[in-house]
Nanobody
């Protein structure tokens, strides 16, 4: 059974930091691209950052220089360090794995989401 379990969300004031974690199990995580998406109320689910199986990293322009994606050595846990948070970062953050356009929002596996709220 595939599981992506996120943790680390919460409420923080603008300028603060949070670190999200995503524990993956039940599939060959080392062979899949993994990433973080976010969805604010009434908006689309957007890719924030992802990391490919060869370690190539991508960031959305809105988070470059503030967020850092990483994985543990076994590629079973994905992290997102979020610094200098802004109110516009407020959203539900989702961990995703195994990008494939045939699936909803382009990934085969999804976590349940974790709320991040940034107050100004």
């Amino acid at each position: 059974q595939v599981q992506l379990v996120e943790s680390g969300g919460g409420s923080v004031q603008a300028g603060g930091s949070l670190k999200l974690s995503c524990a993956a199990s039940g599939y060959a995580s080392s062979k899949c691209r993994m990433g973080w998406y976010r969805q604010a109320p009434g908006k689309e689910r957007d890719l924030v950052s992802d990391i490919s199986s060869d370690g190539t990293i991508w960031y959305a322009d809105s988070v470059k220089g503030r967020f850092t994606i990483s994985q543990d050595s076994g590629k079973n846990t994905l992290y997102l360090q979020m610094n200098s948070l802004k109110s516009e970062d407020t959203a539900v953050y989702y961990c995703a794995a195994c990008r494939d356009p045939i699936y909803l929002y382009g990934n085969r596996y999804w976590g349940q989401g974790t709320q991040v709220t940034v107050s100004s």
